[in-house]
């Protein structure tokens, strides 16, 4: 099992939808988790960290579910400058960020 | 502020050329990383600095030697690299304490892309 996975879409959604991206990861250890937004050649942002209870951030919502080693990203009322790699990192046993692959979102108007 | 900024913002370089890349942050932060990132892949990891001490190289080879001249600078010295190296480079900075294995989220600088020709 890879240790982050990622459905790398692409995600072709119109303006206004709401789509939701899923993660898993392999190492039950894991305590910090993170989605991070990357726009073509330009760097990874973070979006959010992810917690326990659940975090919302005006139209984003993450959730992690710890016993499943899932986490996901809900966005509400998409927009067309949403359009980007979305990644989910996972924090590692050193220290380290352990990255999925990224799933693609293109939003049409 | 969250800035991680970066120099060169592009750069060519031969085979046999020395060239440095450059990376700075004030947030106060003491961890600082380099990745590696080829097209339509997640940043590779290639090395921490923690306290201004190396703490991780990825097995990254030698003709890319990382420095750190203090908690806020970070540099990356290539040389005699290969076309397969041709990349975006990108410094991030976190918080973190000696011995801290906690990952914390990670400010990334707008990168370096370099073509080895």
């Known amino acids: 099992r890879k240790e982050v996975e990622q459905d790398p879409g692409p995600f072709n959604v119109p303006e206004g939808a709401t789509v939701a991206f899923n993660c898993t990861y392999s190492?039950?250890?894991?305590?910090?988790f993170f989605w991070y937004r990357q726009d073509c050649r330009k760097e990874p942002k973070l979006l959010m960290s992810?917690?326990?209870s659940g975090n919302e951030d005006g139209r984003f919502t993450a959730q992690l579910n710890r016993a499943s080693q899932y986490i996901s990203l809900l966005i509400r009322d998409s927009k067309l400058s949403d359009s980007a790699t979305y990644l989910c990192?996972?924090?590692?046993?050193?220290?380290?960020?352990?990255f999925g692959k990224g799933t693609k979102l293109s939003v049409k108007p | 502020d969250t800035e991680v900024t970066q120099t060169p913002k592009h750069l060519v370089m031969g085979m046999t050329n020395k060239k440095s890349l450059k990376c700075e942050q004030h947030?106060?932060?003491?961890?600082m990383y380099w990745y590696k990132q080829k097209a339509k892949k997640p940043p590779e990891l290639m090395f921490v600095?923690?306290?201004?001490?190396?703490?991780i190289n990825e097995s990254v080879p030698s003709r890319f030697s990382p420095e750190c001249p203090n908690s806020s600078l970070l540099n990356l010295h290539l040389h005699a690299l290969q076309p397969e190296d041709s990349a975006l480079y990108l410094c991030?900075?976190?918080?973190?304490?000696?011995?801290?294995?906690?990952?914390?989220?990670?400010?990334f600088g707008p990168g370096t892309r370099l073509t080895v020709t």
């Open positions: 990192v996972v924090g590692g046993s050193q220290g380290n960020l352990i």
């Open positions: 600095y923690s306290y201004e001490k190396l703490s």
């Open positions: 190492n039950s250890a894991s305590q910090s």
């Open positions: 991030a900075s976190s918080q973190g304490r000696t011995g801290d294995f906690f990952a914390y989220e990670q400010y």
């Open positions: 947030m106060g932060h003491r961890a």
């Open positions: 992810v917690y326990s």
